[in-house]
T-cell receptor, first 116, second 113 residues
Framework: AQKITQTQPGMFVQEKEAVTLDCTYDTSDPSYGLFWYKQPSSGEMIFLIY??????QNATEGRYSLNFQKARKSANLVISASQLGDSAMYFC?????????????FGSGTRLLVRP | EAGVVQSPRYKIIEKKQPVAFWCNPISGHNTLYWYLQNLGQGPELLIRYENEEAVDDSQLPKDRFSAERLKGVDSTLKIQPAELGDSAVYLC???????????FGPGTRLTVL
């Protein structure tokens, strides 16, 4: 079974509007971390935001917020006020275990295109 | 602060030829990772180093792939001989410790003809 599922291969959003990128995960470990990375056409994976499984509040970083719904095992990324520079691939990733684990498991990604 | 540096950015070789990729992690990061990213997919871990020790190389195809991290800083990933199926992006990442956020370099895009 896939550990990380991103069901949207591609998304369009109008500039200045908000967009939600979906991510669901599967783990039986009570301790885990969820990450979102952005990969523009240049190829570099850029860290955006992190949510720990025990964090009480949803993570926010500037225009990025993570809508963490633990019972539904979802960790959707919300980008507010989209900009043309947000056009890129977006990957959701999970790290199981918090104390000794390191391995990131990535989803297949969502390609976001911001329209002017 | 400089990010993770990788070179070359692009490499085109013929099958059966050797190829090497180089990575310089963020200063002070003792954990270094090599990932393979096939087209349309997320990255998959090949090998992880803590300082100069390869602590997890279970996903590295050891018949043709090798890696080293001399002095616990820079790392080199080698393929010999390359096959057509090795065409992909090879990403290097580093983190302060093995449980910290991983920061990625720009990757090396390998094309094997």
């Amino acid at each position: 079974a896939q550990k990380i599922t991103q069901t949207q291969p591609g998304m369009f959003v109008q500039e200045k509007e908000a967009v939600t990128l979906d991510c669901t995960y599967d783990t039986s470990d009570p301790s885990y971390g969820l990450f979102w990375y952005k990969q523009p056409s240049s190829g570099e994976m850029i860290f955006l935001i992190y949510q720990g499984s025990y964090d009480q509040q949803n993570a926010t970083e500037g225009r990025y917020s993570l809508n963490f719904q633990k019972a539904r095992k979802s960790a959707n990324l919300v980008i507010s006020a989209s900009q043309l520079g947000d056009s890129a691939m977006y990957f959701c990733a999970m790290r199981e275990g918090m104390d000794s684990s390191y391995k990131l498991i990535f989803g297949s990604g969502t390609r976001l295109l911001v329209r002017p | 602060e400089a990010g993770v540096v990788q070179s070359p950015r692009y490499k085109i070789i013929e099958k059966k030829q050797p190829v090497a990729f180089w990575c310089n992690p963020i200063s002070g990061h003792n954990t270094l990772y090599w990932y393979l990213q096939n087209l349309g997919q997320g990255p998959e871990l090949l090998i992880r180093y803590e300082n100069e020790e390869a602590v997890d190389d279970s996903q590295l195809p050891k018949d043709r792939f090798s890696a080293e991290r001399l002095k616990g800083v820079d790392s080199t990933l080698k393929i010999q001989p390359a096959e057509l199926g090795d065409s992909a992006v090879y990403l290097c990442a580093s983190s302060l410790v093995n449980t910290d956020t991983q920061y990625f370099g720009p990757g090396t895009r390998l094309t094997v003809l």
